[in-house]
């Protein structure tokens, strides 16, 4: 059962355009959200996070969009640079038994940008 | 400041022996946290640790062992390998004692092939 859901496992874009990923999640007790980006051959490093509080969290060129009612959100890179070229997680935590927020990932999507 | 490291980066291992892969971090995060990748799969939680001396079972803990040594290192022991133990593992701490906020740092990770 996939709590977490990137349905694209690869997304490529120009340079200097908009990439758009997207992420989908059932569980309603999830209420804390997180981009991770993975470059080969290395651990995922922290992007961008938002809480269900709030329904856009921006930083620089990434934006993520929360619609609690679709249980969707999507991380939006403006402009698209080929160093953004990386595996992308979704992943999210939230209310749940015992003191640690466990994170649940997504598949991924590898996104391309071109020059 | 080296951030969590990993030790070793690759280990190919026979079907029953025994290994123990090493995490250290030099951020004096308070906890720490084993996961698996597979390919084409999300990050799983293993094992996770909260503080030192406290450990707790994840999502896959099934076939692991792991040992809070002290507040630096956190240490994932395999004891009897088996190939569906092939795996990407990365090793993450974090700052808090696993709060939903709390950002989580990566470690390069260990490439482990079962044969």
């Known amino acids: 059962d996939q709590q977490v859901k990137q349905n694209s496992p690869s997304l490529s874009v120009q340079e200097g355009r908009i990439s758009i990923l997207n992420c989908d999640y059932t569980?309603?007790?999830?209420?804390?959200f997180l981009w991770y980006k993975k470059y080969p051959a290395e651990g995922p490093t922290f992007l961008i996070s938002?809480?269900?509080?709030?329904d856009k969290n921006e930083d620089g060129r990434f934006t993520v969009f929360l619609n609690k009612s679709a249980k969707h959100l999507s991380l939006h890179i403006v402009p698209s640079q080929p160093g953004d070229s990386a595996v992308y997680f979704c992943?999210?935590?939230?209310?749940?038994?015992?003191?640690?927020?466990?994170?649940?990932f997504g598949k991924g999507t590898l996104l391309t940008v071109n020059p | 400041n080296a951030g969590v490291t990993q030790t070793p980066k690759f280990q190919v291992l026979k079907t029953g022996q025994s290994m123990t892969l090493q995490c250290a971090q030099d951020?004096?995060?308070?906890?720490m946290y084993w996961y698996r990748q597979d390919p084409g799969m999300g990050l799983r939680l293993i094992y996770y640790?909260?503080?030192?001396?406290?450990?707790d079972k994840g999502e896959v803990p099934n076939g692991y062992n792991v040992s809070r040594l002290n507040k630096r290192e956190f240490s994932l022991r395999l004891e009897s390998a088996a190939p569906s133990q092939t795996s990407v593992y990365f090793c993450?701490?974090?700052?808090?004692?696993?709060?939903?906020?709390?950002?989580?740092?990566f470690g390069p990770g260990t490439r482990l092939t079962v044969l």
């Open positions: 993450a701490s974090s700052e808090g004692l696993g709060g939903r906020t709390d950002t989580q740092y």
């Open positions: 569980n309603s007790m999830f209420d804390y």
């Open positions: 938002i809480s269900s509080i709030k």
């Open positions: 992943a999210a935590t939230g209310r749940g038994g015992g003191s640690n927020y466990k994170l649940t």
């Open positions: 951020m004096n995060h308070n906890s």
């Open positions: 640790s909260a503080s030192e001396g406290t450990t």
